[in-house]
Each structure stands twice: as C-alpha cells, then as structure tokens.
C-alpha cells in the first residue's frame, strides 16, 4: 500500500477525504501543464468537493449512504457495500438520486461500487469454472477497502483503436489494455482507459476488459487494483465545456461554483500489479460476463440523473417565477413534461432494482432488461428535459453578459437594470439561475448531463444489443400464437434458452 495513503486511518468525513489526497504524487496533465496539487486547483476542486458529498451525506443520513461493514464491523461508505438483497440495491439507487439532488452533477463513485458488485459474482464463478482462487482474494481486496473506506474508480473503457477488430488484431497493442509481462510477484500492464469518471479523485483503481474475449486475447483478460499513484500512471485531464471559468475568479458565471464532474484519460506503462490483487490472468472466457454484470448494476445506476434532473427542473420552475410566467399553463405544462420525463428514468432503475436476484455468490444482480431500458432512457430524456429547461429560461441562458460586466464601475447599473426580471427579484438572483441552466446544458456539467448520458456505461446502440437478447421473442411469438389460435411449432431450445438468459425474470411457459 503507498504511503501516502498509509497516513489516514479511516475516511468519514469531507475533510479526512481531503486530507487523503493531499501530498500524493500523481502524475496529472491539464491544459498542457503538469499539475502538483489537484486538491487545490480551481478546476479539479469542484470535482473532489463531489465526490466528498458521498462522504457527507454517509454522516447526515447513515442509513441511506453507510452500511454496517461485515468485515470491520464499522459503518462503511454504501459504496463500498456488496448488496445482500434486492432492497441494498434499491438503497444504492436512492442514495444517487439524492447526490445527484445535492451536487446536481456526476459524483463519480458508483464506476467502482458496480465493480465491485459484479466482480462479487464474476469471481465466485471464474473460481468454480476454472478451479482459481480469485473469489477468496477478491475478499481479502474488499475488507481492505473497509478498513480505510476508501474511495474506488473503476476502470473498464478501453481506447479501442479500429472498433472493427478485436484487441489482438490492433495494429498497435496498447489499445487495449494488456499484460506485457509475468513475474512470481505479479504482472505488468500497459494501455490506455478513456474517460474515467472520477480516477484522480480516488484512491485505489480497479481495472477491467472493456468487451468480449476470446483465446486470441488472452493477454488482454487482466483484471486487477492498483493505487492510483502507482508508478508508471500517467492522467491527462479531459476539458470540460467553460472549464477554465473556473480560472477567472467569481462566482456566477460558472453556474455551479461548488460542484463539477471529472473525467481523465488514464495511460498505463508497464504498471505493476501484484499477484494479490489479480483477479483474473487470462480467463478470456469470462470477459463477457463481467462487462455484462458490470453494465447491468451501472446502467441503472444512471438514477443519478433523476437527482441531477431534479435540480435542472427546479432551476426552470424559479427562472419562470422569477420571469413572472410561472402562472401561464403551458408553462406548467412544460415543468410536468420535464417531471414526467425525469420520473421515467427513475422508475425504471429502480425497478430494476427491485427485481434483483442473488447470484451464486450471494451477491445480488438487479434486472437486466430494466437496467438497459433505464440507461436507453437517459441517452435521450435529459436532452429533452433540458431543452424544456432552456425554454423557460430563454436565450438569456446563451447570450448574457458576464459577473464581470455585473461588477463593471461603468456598465453595472446597465446590466443589473436590463436584466431585471419581477421587480421583487435581485438581477444577480437571476442571473445564477441562468448560469445554472447554462452550466447543466452547456457548460461543465452537461458533460455529466447529457454527453454523459448519452455515452457513459455503454453509448445506446450497446443498450439495444441487450435489449435485442433479452426481448424473447420467441417466448412473446408463442404468447400470440395461442391467443389467435394458431398452432406453433416452437423451438423448445431456443425458448429455454432466452428464458434461461433473462435473469431475474421467472415466466411460466404457457402450456
Ligand atoms: Fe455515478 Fe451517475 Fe456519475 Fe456514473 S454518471 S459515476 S452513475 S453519478
Ligand atoms: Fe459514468
């Protein structure tokens, strides 16, 4: 374990998570400048103030964001958590929604709680399989993220090169990641993962196979944790729309002063990972299975955006009060459009929650097919919901002036008396709530809003793939057959089969 981390014991509030990152030696690029302290930079800070809300909230409501840890006896962050029934994964949802309420942005932790979640299953199986012991290790990993509540990213999204040939067949190796050499001690790993929500904010990274192996690429079926400041990482920050607002003081024209997302490219050269905390070295044949159970929990996990929904709503609703339109009925018309919408996306991941069912392990997995309906929802409607938002707000939400002209000696009084809206409303009032809208569909945290919610844990055609497999048309044909009268002759195998390969879901075959 580094040092550095060494130094906290165990993380409870915002400050300990503070106090964790400090001096560390991370290699970080933004801008095209090294960065020495992410802590205390303008532009990364928004995104540690998210992440620590998981830490405050675990304090304000124990009950919604911690567990009891099984393995410290302590409470634990809920995301560090291996859910035990289908009501710890409906938690986990309702925990996100209120963090998306809090910080109306991404909050990044959930990559390495649904990590954690399916490789709980992932390894149980890969051990009865393959007769290895990656189960017990995976365990071991597990209470020592207890011990410290540490936060975990996950890393999965290789950079993929020619999306038409699998890893083996790139022209350049390293577009996925892969293991380049084997000691007694370990193994060493070199490539690149893209967008990674959250990596520089944590402190230990756990790293996955993107897609489906096969024997070819058994190099490339690596799973294992490294410390994020583990020699041979190097981050290169990813820009986020109006990031550098952050550099110029104030605190309007960002919109969100307090709270931001963080994405980061992260390129490993021959990192070591030690044969502890391997838990898989060439078990191509499980790669499918783990990106599977990983896209299930996370796609519902995508709930958040209810949370971040609430907060775009709510600033559409006061833009119109505070334009005096809040009366007109197609403006309430609009606000239960957006609520309808935001609703929809809930609904769905906790539904899917709620139909969770163990797995072998114990662990419990939510439903597939309402995992991928929710994750499909949210690829389209928060682009509605923030098209509404920009609608009520009005093109003031592209086109005003700046804090800086606000505070201008000259041309203050010009803009705080023409950008007026009800007499009783302060101008500036007005004005960060135009920022808001701005800052949640154009600005920094429409990375996480709405690009975000288009591309993250799988872009949608991924959803549709999985809804294609598990749509049971067979099962649906027969259902229809019977109605109409018509005899089927029905492919019994191919029944069983996609019956078989929807879990969660117990239909009785009609007779
Ligand atoms: Fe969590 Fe949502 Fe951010 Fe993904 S996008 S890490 S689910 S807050
Ligand atoms: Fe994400």
Redesign the pocket.
């Known amino acids: 374990m580094p040092e550095v981390i060494q130094k906290i014991d165990k993380i409870y509030s915002p400050e300990d998570y503070f106090s964790s990152l400090q001096d560390r030696t991370l290699r970080i690029f933004l801008l095209g400048k090294a960065v020495e302290d992410p802590l205390h930079h303008p532009v990364i800070r928004p995104s540690i103030n998210a992440m620590a809300a998981t830490y405050q909230l675990a304090l304000d409501t124990p009950d919604l964001a911690s567990v009891l840890s099984p393995y410290t006896g302590q409470r634990v962050s809920r995301f560090l958590h291996i859910c035990q029934s289908a009501q710890d994964l409906v938690l986990q949802n309702k925990m996100?929604r209120r963090?998306?309420q809090i910080t109306g942005t991404?909050?990044?932790?959930?990559?390495g709680m649904d990590a954690l979640n399916a490789l709980h299953s992932v390894t149980y199986e890969m051990d009865e399989a393959h007769g290895t012991g990656y189960h017990a290790r995976f365990l071991q990993f597990v209470a020592m993220l207890h011990e410290g509540n540490w936060v975990l990213g996950g890393a999965m999204t290789d950079v993929k090169g020619d999306r038409s040939l699998p890893p083996h067949q790139q022209a350049d190796p390293d577009l996925y990641v892969h293991i380049t050499r084997r000691t007694n001690a370990g193994v060493y790993i070199t490539g690149a993962k893209a967008h990674q929500?959250?990596c520089i904010n944590s402190h230990w990274m756990v790293v996955m196979p993107t897609t489906r192996l096969t024997a070819e690429d058994r190099e490339y079926a690596i799973i294992g944790a490294v410390p994020v400041d583990a020699p041979g990482i190097t981050y290169i920050y990813g820009r986020q729309s109006c990031d550098t607002r952050s550099l110029e003081g104030g605190n309007i024209d960002v919109g969100n002063a307090l709270y931001g997302?963080q994405e980061a490219m992260v390129v490993f050269e021959e990192v070591f990972i030690p044969r502890e905390l391997i838990f898989m070295d060439g078990e191509y044949d499980f790669a499918a299975l783990l990106v599977d159970r990983f896209t299930a929990y996370?796609r519902r996990?995508?709930v958040?955006?209810s949370g971040v929904g609430d907060v775009l709503i709510g600033a559409a609703a006061s833009i119109a009060e505070m334009n005096g339109i809040d009366k007109a009925s197609h403006i309430k018309d609009k606000l239960v459009e957006m609520t309808h919408l935001n609703e929809t996306v809930y609904a769905t991941g906790i539904a899917a929650s709620f139909q969770g069912q163990a797995t072998k392990s114990g662990c419990f997995l939510c439903d597939s097919m309402l995992a991928n309906v929710c994750k499909h929802h949210v690829t389209k409607l928060p682009y509605e919901i923030g098209r509404l938002a920009q609608d009520l707000g009005g093109g003031l939400v592209a086109t005003m002036p700046s804090e800086k002209d606000l505070n201008h000696p000259e041309i203050g009084h010009l803009v705080q008396k023409y950008l007026k809206g009800k007499a009783n409303v302060p101008t500036e009032d007005r004005m960060r709530m135009l920022r808001l809208i701005e800052n949640m569909t154009l600005g920094r945290n429409a990375v996480?809003y709405l690009t975000?919610s288009l591309h993250?844990?799988g872009s949608p055609q991924a959803q549709r793939i999985q809804i294609a497999r598990l749509m049971q048309l067979e099962y649906k044909k027969r259902l229809a057959h019977i109605l109409a009268g018509i005899p089927i002759e029905t492919n019994h195998d191919a029944l069983i089969d996609e019956l078989g390969e929807y879990f969660g879901r117990v239909f009785q075959l009609p007779d």
């Open positions: 996100q963090l998306g991404c909050f990044q932790r959930c990559v929500t959250g997302g996370h996990s995508y958040c955006k996480g975000e993250g844990a």
